[in-house]
Nanobody, 125 residues
């Protein structure tokens, strides 16, 4: 069994910053990629940022155009944790943010998608 536990959401004023964290735990064999998606009311879930790793090396990341230059994704492979530093937040960044991991478990060596429960980010004055 695998769990993704998110933290760090909340209410922030426009122009402010927040840092999201997501820790993966359980019977994990290896993690291929970790990332963040978000879903605003009435909209589809969309990719925010993702980081791909091989072993202990993080070698590729990808961002939605709407967050480039403002958000930074990073990962601590030793802790199976991914972070999202969000700066210069805008009201349109308001959404539920979901952590995602693409990984293999000890019981199933096929890559599978796992999701966290979501954390609310609200940008408002």
């Amino acid at each position: 069994q695998v769990q993704l536990v998110e933290s760090g959401g909340g209410l922030v004023q426009p122009g402010g910053s927040l840092r999201l964290s997501c820790a993966a735990s359980g019977s994990i064999f290896s993690i291929n990629a970790m990332g963040w998606y978000r879903q605003a009311p009435g909209k589809q879930r969309e990719l925010v940022a993702t980081i791909i790793s091989g072993g202990t090396t993080n070698y590729a990341d990808r961002y939605a155009d709407s967050v480039k230059g403002r958000f930074t994704i990073s990962r601590d492979n030793a802790k199976n944790t991914v972070y999202l530093q969000m700066n210069s937040l805008k009201p349109e960044d308001t959404a539920v943010y979901y952590c995602n991991a693409v990984l293999k478990t000890l019981k199933n060596l096929v890559l599978q998608n796992y999701w966290g429960q979501g954390t609310q980010v609200t940008v408002s004055s």
